[in-house]
T-cell receptor, first 115, second 114 residues
């Protein structure tokens, strides 16, 4: 079974609109971390936001927020007021257990912002 | 502060040749990771080190691949002999032990084996 599932291979969104990228995860570990990375066409992997499984509040970083629904095992990335520079691949990733440093990545969502 | 540094950024080689990829992690980070990204398999963890010691190499595809970390500021990933199916983008990432332990990625090495 996939540990990280990103069901949207591609999305097109009008500039300045908000966009939600879906991510569901599968783990029986009570302690885990969830990450989102952005990969623009230039290829680098850019860390965006982190959510810990014990965090009470949804993480936010500027225009990025993480809609964390623990019971549903979902960790959707919300980008507010999208910009042309947001066009990129977005990857959701999970680290299980304190002390286990391995990240498992989803297959990614390609986001295209339309002017 | 400088981020993770990788060299070379691009490598084109012929099948059978030895390829060495290099990585300098962020200063002070105690974990170093090597990943491979392909269209078919996505992002795969190959191996990771903690304090220069290899912890998990279960992702290394076969004996042709080897990785070393002789000191805290340098690591290599070697492929010998290289094959066309090794063509991919290879990323190095580093992190610091703590609550969040975010992995920060280098720019990647794009390898093409002809």
């Amino acid at each position: 079974a996939q540990k990280i599932t990103q069901t949207q291979p591609g999305m097109f969104v009008q500039e300045k609109e908000a966009v939600t990228l879906d991510c569901t995860y599968d783990t029986s570990d009570p302690s885990y971390g969830l990450f989102w990375y952005k990969q623009p066409s230039s290829g680098e992997m850019i860390f965006l936001i982190y959510q810990g499984s014990y965090d009470q509040q949804n993480a936010t970083e500027g225009r990025y927020s993480l809609n964390f629904q623990k019971a549903r095992k979902s960790a959707n990335l919300v980008i507010s007021a999208s910009q042309l520079g947001d066009s990129a691949m977005y990857f959701c990733a999970m680290r299980e257990s304190i002390g286990n440093e391995k990240l498992t990545f989803g297959t990614g969502t390609r986001l295209t912002i339309i002017p | 502060d400088a981020g993770v540094i990788q060299s070379p950024r691009h490598e084109v080689t012929e099948m059978g040749q030895e390829v060495t990829l290099r990585c300098k992690p962020i200063s002070g980070h105690d974990y170093l990771f090597w990943y491979r990204q392909t269209m078919m398999r996505g992002l795969e963890l190959l191996i990771y080190f903690n304090n220069n010691v290899p912890i998990d190499d279960s992702g290394m595809p076969e004996d042709r691949f080897s990785a070393k970390m002789p000191n805290a500021s340098f690591s290599t990933l070697k492929i010998q002999p290289s094959e066309p199916r090794d063509s991919a983008v290879y990323f190095c990432a580093s992190s610091l032990r703590g609550v969040q332990e975010t992995q920060y990625f280098g720019p990647g090495t794009r390898l093409l084996v002809l």
